[in-house]
């Protein structure tokens, strides 16, 4: 069988610069100050170990190794893998080809692909890396399972959800994946992975992802996860997620967990069954996730998300115009937004608001009024991004039909960049206001008194991250980009 011996392997940094892997998330680790951990990866190796399947799992980026410190472990081990399992993103898709080449070279192994990339633009990625045997459209677990059973890679087309290659020409998909047994996943592998690398900014302190959810009802033009894991609302049990907390703490001595779901306050009857039954039992943790504003209005609720050890919570602000959130099909009410962060200071949850420039539609003026409206709304922490038209949103379709797309170099789909031009914004101006947003919130001498204590704990917890994004805020340092993958060498790949 094909997964007799399988390797589940995070690619390495590209270049310097370390990405997170997980799920819909496929950023620097300079936009939060860490590296996923990543859960996915962890989740597949503990399927497949608990049908039998040998399995060795490594995460390059967040143990900084090189694929050729891996190789010589492999080796040491007498490991040869039959069956090698990498995530990738937009960005980093190229470098992670490249590095996972050597490992085909190496053994010989069918190498498949998976994560919100493969998802969006399977067959266009196949083209692009033809060193890939099957990119997984959807949630791969289910279908990773189906591979490992495969006697031989002439079998791929039993597996639906799977873009595959057969004699040169790449085989679609004839449907997209989901993980049936979600409900019922075991716990994660996290004892193959070094989890002291996995470490939050500020407190410093390892921690782990949970997931409490997939699927996302929402509708927001800009984001990958509904492609990723469909629309449909699932939730696991609060026993479950408590049962796989208290195991982590008592496992590994981890007291921060990241609640990993794309709005994990979405029901509230549910989740607050899972903050009862984590009161109940007493344990010294704290956790953090994502939530939407509109769920957070009754401040009962949101005091006993702190009671039940609630330490943070992101929400999607995105922008001060109400219009533009109509146009992104964010439906959030700016009241709403106001009322769950009043809540959030009242219950002594910190807040963390996302903001977006640059979306199509928003002048030179419009990023002042929501630069201006992210200062009045005042949240703990604010990341400001630059709209990134993926590969599969309807944004990205959008700025093509509109002439929008200045780019489409995947390798810049991220954080770093601005690849859209029109309405007198670019990439120099949409830039140089996202620094000047961070100079204006960060440096207001209220809000240095107020969380001088934070900033001290994450320059010395995360000096490089913290270097790295305050030159670029005050003095303008140009971004590092990774190296680029020529086709000469994506062809020696194959």
Same mark, same amino acid.
């Not at 990866?41 to 049908?51: E, G, I, K, T, V």
């Not at 504003?293 to 006993?304: P, Q, S, W």
């Not at 979306?359 to 991004?385: C, K």
């Given at each position: ?64 190794? =090189?694929? @050729? ?20 993103? +937009? ?9 996972? @080449? ?17 998802? =969006? ?10 060193? %890939? ?32 290659? $057969? ?12 993980? =049936? ?37 929402? =509708? ?36 921060? #967990?990241y609640l990993w779901g794309d709005t994990v306050t979405l029901n509230v009857k549910s989740f607050s ?6 009161? @109940?039992?007493?344990?010294? %943790? ?6 939407? @504003? ?22 999607g602000i995105e922008t001060e115009s109400e219009e533009t959130r109509r146009d992104m099909l964010k $439906?959030?009410?700016g009241e709403k937004i106001r009322t769950a962060l009043r809540n959030m200071r009242t219950a002594g ?13 928003? +002048? ?19 990341? #400001? ?43 120099? %101006? ?13 440096? $207001? ?15 010395? +917890? ?12 005050? #003095? ?19």
């Open positions: 069988m094909l997964g007799a011996r399988t390797l589940f392997v995070n690619p390495p940094l590209v270049g310097d610069l370390a990405f997170t892997r997980q799920g819909r998330c496929q950023e620097r680790e300079e936009v939060l100050g860490t590296t996923k951990p990543p859960y996915t990866l962890a989740l597949a190796a503990a399927l497949f170990r608990d049908r039998g399947y040998e399995v060795r799992a490594v995460d390059l980026t967040g143990t900084r190794r =090189t694929v @050729a410190s891996l190789c010589e472990q492999l080796d040491r081990e007498g490991f040869e893998p039959t069956l090698i399992v990498f995530p990738s993103t +937009t960005p980093t898709l190229e470098a992670d080809v490249l590095a996972m @080449a050597e490992l085909r070279r190496r053994y010989a192994a069918p190498l498949i692909c998976f994560g919100p990339h493969a998802s =969006t633009a399977p067959a266009e990625s196949m083209a692009r890396a033809p060193v %890939v045997d099957g990119m997984l459209v959807g949630e791969p677990e289910d279908a990773l399972l189906q591979i490992a059973a495969l006697s031989s890679v002439e079998e791929f087309g039993q597996v639906p959800s799977l873009t595959f290659r $057969r004699d040169g020409q790449v085989i679609p998909h004839r449907s997209h994946g989901q993980f =049936t047994g979600f409900l019922e996943a075991p716990y994660p592998a996290w004892d193959l992975f070094d989890l002291s690398v996995y470490r939050l900014p500020i407190v410093d302190q390892p921690y782990v992802l949970v997931e409490t959810s997939r699927g996302c009802p929402y =509708t927001c033009d800009f984001c990958v996860a509904p492609i990723h894991q469909g629309r449909r609302f699932r939730e696991r049990s609060a026993k479950d997620l408590v049962d796989e907390i208290e195991r982590g703490y008592r496992q590994f001595g981890l007291t921060f #967990f069954a899972f903050c009862e039954e984590l009161i @109940a039992r007493r344990l010294p %943790v704290q956790w953090f996730g994502n939530a939407r @504003a509109d769920n957070l209005t009754n401040l009962d609720f949101v005091k006993r998300l702190r009671q039940a050890g609630c330490w943070m919570l992101a929400l $439906r959030l009410e949850i910190r807040s963390f608001g996302f903001f977006i420039l640059g979306y199509p539609g928003d +002048t030179p003026e419009s990023l002042e009024r929501t630069i201006d409206y992210a200062i009045e709304l005042d949240p703990d922490f604010a990341n #400001f991004y630059p709209a990134v038209p993926y590969p599969g949103t309807e944004l990205y379709e959008k700025a093509r039909r509109e002439g929008l797309l200045a780019s489409e170099d995947w390798s810049r789909m991220e954080y770093s960049y601005y690849l859209l031009s029109g309405n007198g914004l670019d990439e120099r %101006v949409v830039m140089s206001a996202i620094n000047r947003a961070k100079r204006r919130f960060y440096l $207001r001498p209220s809000y240095l008194v107020r969380h001088a204590g934070d900033i001290l704990r994450l320059a010395t +917890t995360k000096w490089d991250v913290a270097w790295h994004v305050a030159s670029r805020m005050l #003095f303008g340092a140009p971004v590092t980009d990774g190296p680029r993958l020529p086709a000469a060498e994506s062809e020696r790949a194959a």
